[in-house]
């Protein structure tokens, strides 16, 4: 039995009157890779920026490693303090659609910079953390490049490079193939998927279903701000129960 | 020829005093007023919306007349001519650099926060090493053009009676009842703007490093 790393349960939340979380619940055990499926304007993203701190839950629990990150207390979303909130945010990496690298820096300082200034690692060894990981995704001619210079796909992974270097101990992917051409889509799946076959914990919020079956142990599926379906990967991909869900998972495989 | 020459140097040598002060201390007002402007309170935006307005609706020769008199004919008291140019000055770009800022701010990506803060750059890291430098790119040419501006404008620190180039220039004219001095000082101030545009120039070409 692997441990669990992240335990929700019930999260709602709502912007003004729009509710686009309602009773969010699952489990993320640790090596294990979750997959969060489901149409655009589902919440699927409002969820991951819940978990990663871009936003704030109104209702319900977290617990990463079983401290909380908030916990219900039965009126409202009660957030644990700024010292415990930052530990586990230091744990959590996001991985964006965008990629939101940092134009005014070289690729490696885009890597190292966090390093330096947050994990107060020294120059040496951030620069060595970084160039390691620029060789593993292939990227070790880019280290002196800005992001300008780069193919989508290319700066994908070094988002992802980005967000590595931080050593988290679960990384999130928020569609992280959808700004890509297809060509590109391909370099940037075989490095999450290489990372899933090292037992790194992720959640993926993905529209590429091949991808998805082929890494996850988990999927759920949402739809307007609900869990409607949630299984181990065969009861997902190859037998959900609601037709719903069948439906979308075969409208999305062609 | 050479006594007029240093007439008109030793004038000159005022506009660059009120040039650099202004600079000094309106660069780094600009961002608060900025600050204020973006505010999320909303009597705070109110009443900086309001000091832009006026500064930037009204003449600056009028708010020179009015910074220097103001204080004689409510209070009763007088103070140096100069003090009072450099607060009009300074108060009059700093909401003319707020709006250019606020451009700047406004133009930065909210994925740049958000990269920074699941990194876990603290605000003010975030906005020092990664937001400003974007930002400082972005509103280079419009601050360049703001600049060039206040060179020319140091000109109207005479209507207080500031001894400054173009004072210098007027009263060499009327002795001698020649335009001459007149052009030499606008000779003056162009050479002043060619250094402040090359300046510029250096430093846009030094940000050009990223795209």
Redesign the interface.
Known sequence: MNEILIRANNISKAFGEVKVLNDISFELKKGNVLSILGPSGSGKSTLLRIITQLERADRGSLYFNDKPLFEDDGSKANYSNNKIAREIGLKTGLVFQNFNLFPHFTVLRNITEAQIAVLKRDKHEAEDRAIALLKKLSLLDKAKAYPSQLSGGQKQRVSIARALAMDPEVLFFDEPTSALDPELTREVLNVIKQLSEEKMTMAVVTHEMEFAKAISDHAIFMEGGYIIEEGDKDSIFTAAEKERTRQFIHSMSN | MTKLLSLMLKGSIMNIKIFGLTLLFALPLGFIVAKGRMSKIKIVKALVNIYIQIMRGTPLILQLIFVYFAPYYIFGVSYDRFTAVIISFVINYAAYFAEIYRSGLQAI?K??Y??S?????SKL?TFF??IL??VF?IILPALAGEVITLVKDTALAQTIGVAELFRAAQNAASREFSTMPIFIAGVFFFVMNYLVSKFFNIVEAKMN???
């Not at chain 2, 803060?117 to 750059?121: H, P, W």
């Open positions: 990506d994925g740049q958000e990269a803060k699941v990194l876990g750059f890291y090493h990664i430098p974007q790119k490093y990223y795209e």
